[in-house]
Nanobody
């Protein structure tokens, strides 16, 4: 089995930064895609950043130029550097990974980490 452990969430003021981390452990064979999603209260989850094969990055318009996704393949980890945070960024953030594990295809969600931005 594969587990994802997220960390880095917290409470900050508007304009400050946070760095989210997500590490995959267990029977990981390879990871070809990472993504960060978030879900505001009463709304569906939306993807805000993704990276495919360690290179192709995509961002939602709402976070473009403020958030940066990166990976460390040696650690099976993904990061989300969030700069110039805004109150509307307040929500739960989830990492998602796709790839392969010992038992076949891998598709896993992290447990979520809360980010709260005060005005």
């Amino acid at each position: 089995q594969v587990q994802l452990e997220e960390s880095g969430g917290g409470l900050v003021q508007a304009g400050e930064s946070l760095r989210l981390s997500c590490v995959a452990s267990g029977s990981v064979v390879s990871i070809n895609k990472w993504a960060w999603w978030r879900q505001a209260p009463g709304k569906e989850r939306d993807v805000i950043a993704s990276i495919t094969n360690g290179a192709a990055k995509n961002y939602a318009d709402s976070v473009n130029d403020r958030f940066t996704i990166s990976t460390d393949n040696d650690k099976n980890a993904v990061y989300l550097q969030m700069n110039n945070l805004k109150p509307e960024d307040t929500t739960v953030y989830y990492c998602v990974t796709r790839g392969y594990c010992d038992s076949g295809n891998l598709a896993k969600w992290g447990q979520g980490t809360q980010v709260t931005v005060s005005a």
